[in-house]
């Protein structure tokens, strides 16, 4: 069933004399176009020919790898595994330099050595990584004679041979998006270097529209040479897709599956983060899971943020670790300091077998907060979570998606299931910040929204129960309820229902209220009495309730700028969703406590093998 490729080229560190494993390689230009050029490599001085692989630079012309890329995250290397010194090899022609330099916590730079170079030479430098604990990175600059070029290729960072040397196996989930699943086939099945960290890929389709009936399918699955796996399965949602794929691989566990990549299906891959996230956890001290960092597929340039927690209490996910960057532009900014996070989330981490041992299998959630559950989980069973540096893929921006859509209901429930699982589950605090919350999506003509929220707050208090099929009724039961209100639905900007084209005046919000409080009380009052405006359009920016709530018809401008909703004022809607939400935060303050000791007592069944072979159903004997 699975077949693997001959082991990458190893070399000689000359410190030492010991077999070198490959860490990352120097990569010039990115894997796809569209992609900055300026993550991988940046021109100081002169002029440089970029390839993947290698480059060429004129005579008198100076090229950094000081980039997102090219930088070796240093302080991660030192903190969590045992390596203590580095070497960059590269095959060279032409006269110049090769230098290396390293960056402190603070960003400031300081020359580690170098050498110079002239006609054909293999440069190896080796620098030791011992003043890296609070932060900083290791990268190569590369100069041409002022009257010769010189041309690079073949650039490595090397390590001693890990102590765990393990392929890994890949899981991508995918549902529907055919084209985007292939695509990353494709993208990976290019890359034969970052081939050969792999063992077996799996791709578990979940969707009636099958990947295996793309036309590129057959020839992908030929170009990854027999290490392609495909499954097709009912819709358990992400939790379900990706722990089939952990389930597969434990079912033949070997040397060569003990490292498990969870890959979402639509992201942009750069396949050298398999190399990187495959070496750093072999390399680690003791099981780590490693997770690739997000930059925006929309803007390519940002990341999405250096390391994320979350917030129990107040449900919310995707916390930004103090120090951490938070939507930073790469091309101009670095992460300098180290930053440790609580979880990864499943765009792209890697499980190495230890923690599916100790930890279990994910819960059947369906969707949302899977990842953050069973990162806090391996936690609490000793097990650390590295976001790395340099490993990245790109992702559909998190800001270019309408938070009100049937995933909020996942969001609700399942918070509250880690919440009662990783805390002690102060109900009444958690009521209170659910009930503000509602509260608001009333006040901002979202009663869709509320609705949504009061049904996973409910589903949450029914217990344990209510994941028994994996999370496929309810999902139809969310769609069906959300179809009530009107507002749920996206138009055509210039196609809204009684609505002419011209529309209606934008009307910009606003300073934010100080007292937000009083003024969201004032806005109810206002709304009930119905002391508020007429009909305007609102910005996806200027769409919070404070601006909203001022009018009877509020035309909003959808986070995904793809269309508009139509929120209309309805007084009997809204008081029967202030009703409801009171009575079912109410019934979370006082039933909480026994439905988290519920979750809690179940959890060794609910993530247990035996669980999810009967929610894989007869497939899977």
């Given amino acids: 069933m699975t077949t693997t490729s001959a082991e990458p080229p190893v070399a000689e560190t000359e410190a030492t004399g010991a077999v070198a494993g490959l860490a990352q390689r120097l990569l010039t230009l990115p894997p796809a176009p569209g992609l900055p050029v300026e993550l991988y490599a940046k021109r100081l001085q002169g002029h440089a020919d970029l390839e993947r692989t290698s480059f060429r630079l004129a005579p008198d012309s100076v090229l950094s790898t000081n980039t997102y890329s090219g930088r070796v995250p240093a302080s991660y290397w030192q903190r969590w595994t045992a390596v203590r010194e580095l070497t960059f090899e590269a095959e060279t022609s032409g006269e110049g330099r090769v230098e290396l330099y390293a960056s402190d916590p603070t960003g400031e730079e300081r020359y580690l050595t170098g050498t110079a170079v002239s006609g054909e030479e293999r440069v190896s430098l080796t620098v030791a990584l011992d003043r890296f604990v609070d932060g900083g990175a290791v990268w190569a600059d590369f100069s041409s004679a002022s009257d010769a070029e010189l041309r690079v290729s073949s650039g490595r960072w090397t390590i001693p041979h890990p102590p765990r040397p393990r392929k890994t196996a890949v899981v991508i989930c995918t549902h529907n998006r055919p084209t985007d699943c292939v695509k990353t086939l494709q993208t990976l099945a290019a890359d034969l270097p970052a081939l050969d960290e792999l063992d077996t890929v799996y791709v578990v389709d979940q969707g009636d529209k099958r990947v295996s009936a793309h036309p590129d399918f057959e020839q992908v699955s030929a170009a990854l040479a ?6 097709t399965q009912a819709n358990l949602g992400g939790a379900g897709g990706f722990t089939r794929g952990m389930y597969e691989i434990t079912e033949v566990e070997s040397e060569h599956h003990a490292n498990v990549l969870f890959m979402d299906d639509d992201i942009v891959l750069e396949p050298e983060s398999i190399i990187r996230m495959t070496a750093f956890a072999n390399s680690a001290r003791e099981p780590v899971i490693v997770g690739a960092q997000m930059l925006y597929a929309l803007h390519p340039k940002r990341l999405h943020t250096g390391a994320e927690y979350a917030d129990l209490v107040k449900l919310q996910a995707g916390k930004v670790v103090p120090g951490a960057l938070w939507n930073a532009d790469l091309t101009e900014e670095n992460q300098e300091l180290r930053v440790d996070a609580d979880y990864n989330a499943w765009w792209s981490a890697l499980l190495p077998s230890e923690i599916v041992s100790a930890t279990g299998y994910p819960l059947p959630v369906f969707f949302q907060w899977d990842d953050i559950e069973y990162g806090y989980r391996a936690r609490e069973n000793g097990f650390t979570t590295v976001t790395l540096p340099g490993a990245g893929v790109w992702h559909a921006d998190f800001t270019w998606k309408d938070q009100d859509d049937w995933s909020r209901y996942f969001s609700v429930r399942n918070s509250l299931i880690t919440s009662a699982l990783h805390t002690g589950f102060d109900s009444r605090s958690i009521a209170v910040t659910l009930f503000g919350r509602l509260v608001a999506y009333i006040a901002g003509l979202q009663y869709g929204l509320a609705a949504t929220v009061i049904k996973g707050i409910d589903d949450f208090l029914a217990g344990p129960e209510i994941l028994a099929d994996g999370g ?20 055509d900007a210039g196609q809204i229902p009684g609505v002419p084209l011209r529309g209606e005046s934008i009307q910009r919000a606003l300073p934010d209220p100080s007292q937000f409080r ?49 929120r209309d004022l309805d007084r009997d ?49």
Avoid: M
């Fill in 226 to 231: 027999g290490r392609l796996r495909y499954i």
């Fill in 472 to 491: 496929q009724r309810v999902l139809g039961e969310v769609r069906e309820l959300r179809k009530a209100y009107p507002e749920t639905v996206r138009h």
């Fill in 518 to 566: 009083a003024v969201l009380a004032k806005r109810l009052v206002w709304q009930l009495t119905g002391r508020t405006a007429g009909s305007v359009a609102i910005t996806a920016d200027d769409a919070q309730w404070w601006h909203v709530s001022r009018y009877r018809r509020a035309i909003v401008t959808d986070a995904s700028q793809e269309g508009v909703r139509v």
């Fill in 573 to 621: 809607k809204a008081t029967a969703l202030l009703r409801e939400s009171a009575a079912a935060c109410y019934r979370l303050a006082r039933q909480g406590p026994a439905a988290a000791q519920q979750y809690r007592d179940a959890l060794p069944e609910l993530s247990s093998r035996e669980n999810w072979r009967r929610l894989f159903g007869a497939e899977t004997e």
